[in-house]
């Protein structure tokens, strides 16, 4: 009931491309969606977060899709750069506290 | 800088010692976490407080203690009953309220090896 699954667990993109990172799960009382952003030996900072309401939101190249009804959301990166290599987390909540965390995802973006 | 201070970053520990990880925050923050980061697993929740004098196990809790008897700080002990205790830790906070009360800040963490 706890458990958000993330998918692919590795993705290599190219200069200018589209990534794209999918998350499912379970738990209906879920109602805070944040995706964070890591680099190597530094810790993950919130990179985009959606709730349940809304279908979409959109920060620059960074999109989140949701899809309430088959309980998934994905991150879109749009124009993906070298800089945008790192590793990627999805995550939910119930009211804000005590995130669960996907897997990980760590994307390569080549120049 | 407001921020979160995790020391040491690097350290290393024998079998059979017990080790504490500080975690110092300066952001006022009420909520406090420990998450342990293993490649492939994501981040594990540890402990967490919500309050000073105040805190939960989480879903790894076995073979860790922590404390928190002060709001800016939530030092975790990874006791020799962990028996895998060579991962990478991040400490976070999180304020309590207003309109980004989810978002969690994180320090940049501490690399335990055990020897």
């Known amino acids: 009931q706890q458990q958000v699954k993330q998918s692919p667990q590795s993705l290599i993109v190219q200069k200018g491309g589209i990534s794209i990172i999918n998350c499912a799960y379970e738990?209906?009382?879920?109602?805070?969606f944040p995706w964070y952003q890591q680099f190597p030996g530094k810790g993950p900072a919130l990179l985009i977060a959606i709730r349940p309401d809304v279908s979409e939101k959109k920060e620059g190249r960074f999109t989140i899709s949701f899809n309430k009804s088959a309980k998934q959301f994905s991150l879109h990166i749009m124009d993906s750069q070298p800089g945008d290599s790192a590793t990627y987390f999805c995550?939910?909540?119930?009211?804000?506290?005590?995130?669960?965390f996907g897997e990980g995802t760590q994307l390569t973006v080549n120049p | 800088d407001g921020g979160i201070t995790q020391s040491p970053k690097y350290l290393f520990r024998k079998e059979g010692q017990n080790v504490t990880l500080s975690c110092e925050q300066n952001?006022?923050?009420?909520?406090m976490y420990w998450y342990r980061q293993d490649p492939g697993q994501g981040l594990r929740l540890i402990y967490y407080?919500?309050?000073?004098?105040?805190?939960q196990k989480g879903d790894i809790a076995e073979g860790y203690s922590v404390s928190r008897e002060k709001k800016e700080s939530f030092p975790l002990t990874v006791t020799s009953a962990q028996k895998n205790p060579t991962a990478f830790y991040l400490c976070a906070s999180r304020r309590a309220g207003g309109p980004r009360t989810g978002e969690l800040f994180f320090g940049e963490g501490s690399r335990l090896t055990v020897l």
């Open positions: 995550a939910a909540s119930i009211g804000g506290s005590r995130l669960t």
């Open positions: 952001l006022n923050h009420d909520a």
């Open positions: 738990n209906t009382a879920f109602d805070y």
């Open positions: 407080s919500q309050i000073v004098n105040d805190f």
